[in-house]
């Protein structure tokens, strides 16, 4: 595999730590980045961005990461409190009064970003072409009811979260997601992609498909086995109700389309410039105080959706002992996607990480291929 990019001296290692994931766990397109104290310490990229293996893979080909999207939307609205367009402990239904209905009135923004809002899938049957319409789509949650009595027990939304937050963030704001990403993100780090076709600077989009070979789980993965059992429930509901929802990632209809959860179309530049900055002390994107208070622990405990223990901040997953959640030291903090796509912060080195991938396996969180460049990275370190 040849293998494109850069490494700081010092930091050599990673180019086999990076060449091992094609060699022997699957990738067929990927990126690696990681920045240390605002300096770009190791950039690379290898293989083909398409199905046919024709088109190379570029420092600023973009892939989607999923739910690493989700860290980038945390962002956005983090932002607006800076701002005084938001308080995360005022309901939601002062700012969008029509998500009161159905029992959501004393929702907060806090409770949204940390999944606590029991809005985790939409109860009614839905259209399979609702997700691409963001209109339809929030006035959908808008009269959504909660799963749970709101703020009793913990849920990942894998979907609703962009529509829940999303809404609110424009509602709050008077400005669109495409546009306060730019302004606030996008623009001022000059990154190469952004949510859907909002915001793209580059216009290279790698097809994303799955592992051949699956990869070992570093946990338990439940959600395949609750999916089984209940498939009326909340966590097989959460994911395919519509089925669109795990299907047509590589359409153009996903691609062009605003779902902030799920379709944050990034490089691995991207992700460590945005937790590159993230990590410093001063951050370009956020006032530390603001960013000190969002990042710390906001809940923990087994989730109802993941089925596993983990702990959020606003938004952003906390670093655990689990070597997937291992996010440098134990204030890390960042978002995985589906698949193997990740982003994440260490403040106490100072250092943004991105690792994006065409190529999807099935962890929860990070799989062995970005655990194994962490890994090397931090020994280098």
Not at 30 to 59: K, M, N, P
Not at 109 to 119: A, E
Not at 162 to 180: D, N, P, V
Not at 192 to 205: E, Q
Request: net charge negative; charged share 20%.
């Amino acid at each position: 595999m040849d293998i494109q990019g850069f490494c700081a001296p010092g930091f050599e290692a990673l180019y086999d730590a990076f060449a091992a994931n094609f060699r022997e766990h699957g990738d067929v397109g990927a990126s690696f980045c990681a920045v240390q104290h605002g300096e770009t310490i190791a950039s690379l990229w290898a293989g083909s961005a398409d199905r046919a293996g024709t088109e190379a893979y570029e420092e600023d080909t973009l892939a989607n990461v999923f739910s690493s999207s989700k860290g980038i939307l945390a962002l956005i609205a983090l932002q607006q409190v800076a701002a005084g367009k938001l308080d995360l402990d005022t309901p939601v239904a002062e700012y969008w009064p029509e998500f009161a209905e159905a029992g959501k009135g004393g929702i907060t923004g806090r409770q949204l970003l940390c999944h606590r809002s029991g809005v985790i899938a939409f109860r009614e049957k839905v259209a399979d072409a609702l997700i691409y319409d963001w209109d339809a789509a929030l006035a959908q949650v808008a009269k959504t009811a909660p799963w749970w009595e709101p703020g009793s027990q913990q849920g990942y939304s894998p979907f609703l979260y962009g529509w829940t937050l999303g809404g609110l963030i424009e509602k709050a704001s008077g400005a669109s997601i495409g546009e306060l990403y730019l302004h606030g993100i996008g623009d001022p780090l000059q990154l190469d992609g952004g949510f859907g076709a909002h915001g793209h600077r580059s216009t290279r989009i790698a097809d994303v498909g799955p592992l051949k070979k699956p990869l070992p789980e570093l946990r338990p993965n439940a959600i395949g086995r609750s999916i089984k059992e209940d498939r009326q429930g909340p966590v097989a509901t959460a994911f395919t109700n519509p089925v669109t929802l795990m299907m047509g990632t590589n359409g153009e209809q996903w691609r062009s389309a605003l779902i902030p959860a799920a379709n944050g179309h990034f490089s691995a530049r991207d992700l460590a410039a945005v937790y590159g900055d993230l990590s410093r002390e001063y951050p370009e994107l956020l006032g530390r105080e603001i960013l000190r208070e969002a990042t710390k622990e906001q809940s923990r405990g087994r989730d109802a959706i993941l089925q596993t223990d983990v702990a959020f901040g606003c938004g952003f997953l906390k670093a655990g002992s689990a070597p997937d959640l291992a996010f440098g030291s134990a204030a890390g903090f960042g978002h995985p996607g589906a698949g193997g796509s990740v982003g994440f912060a260490d403040p106490h080195t100072e250092l943004g990480f991105g690792y994006v991938t065409s190529r999807m396996g099935q962890s929860l969180f990070m799989d062995q291929r970005a655990v194994g460049l962490k890994d090397c990275l931090y020994r280098l370190l």
